[in-house]
């Protein structure tokens, strides 16, 4: 008997090339309108949906409906791998991006909501490649598999096990009894956020076509952009502060939104990950534009504005720029390369370490002095006044030890393949945390297209792994994994 349900497997990853090759033909409409060539667009989708079909429907038929956590596990990122390599088509076809390397790294960047480019003139792209640059982040930032349950029960029990290998964060806080419910709302309120942002940036009198891909890229926390200078080409305070607000929900839990549109504000201000997050942003804002303030000519305004938007942009790894964060001080670009590992709520599209992982650690590093002059006692820490589980917390230690050897591991790599010391710590910092630009030669002034080959393919790998949060793709490189029981 096989160790996985290699069948139901396959019908999944062929159900997800369905849904991305959807997703392509959504371009097609502005295609049409600005008179492009629909040719790029239409084979890349008909490659993409005449493999996945036969996956999908034949193999669904006979497949068993029982979905363990291993075959989760194993979806999800295979999941993530083959939509990556599909995505590339239409880049590929349409000659946007000849280089299958460059191809790869631009859309694995996007479905992992990294931001990270190598397009030197993003301007110069076709209206409807741009939308499906787009759309690679809003699809990814919810999650390709949520997705999958949301619109399609059809995986059926599997769901749960699905849902929790691929659900950003330490834990999936249900709002409804069953998965596939928990996943729909979800869904509709991150589309509704969306279709909420088109339309106030459109009142900000941003074009329809730049106000959508905006929306899809602000909510997906992925930062991708339809212009060459990102935000600051709109030299405007409304879309600024309009995107500052929608970065900040995108970086905040969709359950906490969820629950706020209900108005259940207990709920919302009893959460303690909540509480640390808008303190430290607002901490975090206020003592840079102190510094930035001393020694620019801008209002003092522009100032705290800039600085809000670059704080909320790196903190929730949205990747959007309106100023050179590294052009204001060396020691402000060390505060936003120390920023590149924090990273949003648990449950939010944003990437990185996430708040309520850190505020855990600190928690038990406080207690375990506390425990060194009671050793008898059992003193556990505690969220949201509740005890926090020791497996939990023994989790957080070992996310956090792997996370930092992934990066100095990956530093090391990036140094050897050529690229100067900045420059190597921050490119792993920013794609291992799913940020975007970072400090050095990859700062918001500059793109990823100068790595090497070899280190592109590394700084993909990282993206991968910092988007599905470590485990779920470093358990496939264990032996124990692949084991018989």
């Known amino acids: 008997m096989s160790r996985f349900n290699l069948k139901l497997i396959a019908s999944i990853l062929g159900l997800l090339l369905v849904i991305s090759g959807v997703g392509m033909l959504l371009s097609l409409p502005f295609s049409i309108y600005y008179k492009e060539s629909l040719w790029p667009i239409v084979s890349a989708a008909a490659v993409t949906i005449f493999t ?13 409906r029982e979905l363990k956590k291993r075959d989760g596990y194993l979806v999800v990122t295979l999941g993530w791998v083959v939509m990556s390599l599909f995505g590339t088509l239409p880049y590929l076809f349409s000659g946007a991006i000849p280089n299958f390397t460059d191809a790869f790294f631009e ?8 931001g990270a480019s190598i397009l030197n003139d993003i301007e110069s792209l076709p209206k409807g490649i741009l939308l499906w640059r ?40 249900k709002l409804k009894p069953r998965i596939k419910d928990t996943a729909k709302r979800l869904w509709l309120l991150y589309v509704g956020l969306t279709f909420m942002e088109t339309v106030l940036l459109m009142f900000g009198d941003m ?60 709920k919302v201000l009893a959460n303690e990950e909540f509480i640390v997050y808008l303190i430290f942003l607002i901490i975090a804002t206020l003592i840079i534009t102190g510094f930035v303030h001393s020694f620019t000519d801008y209002s003092f305004e522009r100032n705290f504005r800039d600085t809000l938007f670059s704080v909320v942009s790196i903190v929730t790894t949205t990747g959007f720029v309106t100023e050179d964060y590294t052009s204001w001080s060396p020691l402000i670009t060390m505060v936003f390369f120390a920023l590149l590992f924090i990273g949003g709520m648990a449950g939010s599209t944003a990437g990185g370490i996430k708040i309520v992982r850190h505020i855990v650690l600190f928690k038990n590093s ?11 006692a059992i003193i556990p820490v505690r969220l949201n006044s509740r005890a926090v589980q020791g497996e939990l917390t023994y989790h957080v230690l070992a996310f956090m030890m792997i996370y930092f050897l992934i990066f100095s591991l990956g530093s090391i790599i990036m140094a050897w393949v050529g690229l100067d010391f900045p420059t190597a710590l921050s490119s792993v910092a920013t ?15 500059n793109n990823f297209s100068s790595i090497p080959v070899v280190g592109k393919w590394v700084l993909s790998f990282l993206m991968l792994l910092g988007r599905l949060e470590l485990f779920t793709v470093l358990i496939l490189f264990t032996p124990f994994f692949w084991r018989r029981e």
């Not at 859309?107 to 990294?114: H, K, P």
């Not at 995986?155 to 849902?163: K, N, P, V, Y």
Request: charged fraction near 10%.
């Open 52 to 64: 996945g079909l036969p996956l999908w429907l034949l193999l669904n038929k006979s497949a068993s």
């Open 107 to 114: 859309t694995m960047s996007g479905f992992t909501t990294t």
């Open 134 to 173: 787009s759309l690679t982040q809003w699809i990814g930032g919810m999650g390709i598999i949520v997705l999958a349950v949301a619109i399609l029960p059809i995986l059926g029990i599997g769901g749960m096990q699905l849902f929790i290998a691929e659900a950003p964060g330490i834990s999936a806080e």
């Open 207 to 266: 074009p329809f076509f730049d106000a959508l891909n905006h929306s899809l890229t602000t909510m997906a926390t992925g930062g991708f952009s339809t212009k060459n200078n990102s935000i600051t080409f709109y030299d405007s305070a409304y879309i600024h502060y309009v995107i500052t607000l929608f970065m900040f929900l995108a970086g905040t839990s969709f359950t906490l939104t969820y629950f706020l549109l209900k108005r259940k504000f207990k």
């Open 366 to 376: 406080f207690l375990e002095m506390k425990r060194q002059l009671h050793p008898n």
């Open 431 to 445: 794609s291992l945390g799913n940020v975007g630009p970072g400090i050095g030669n990859v700062s918001p002034v």
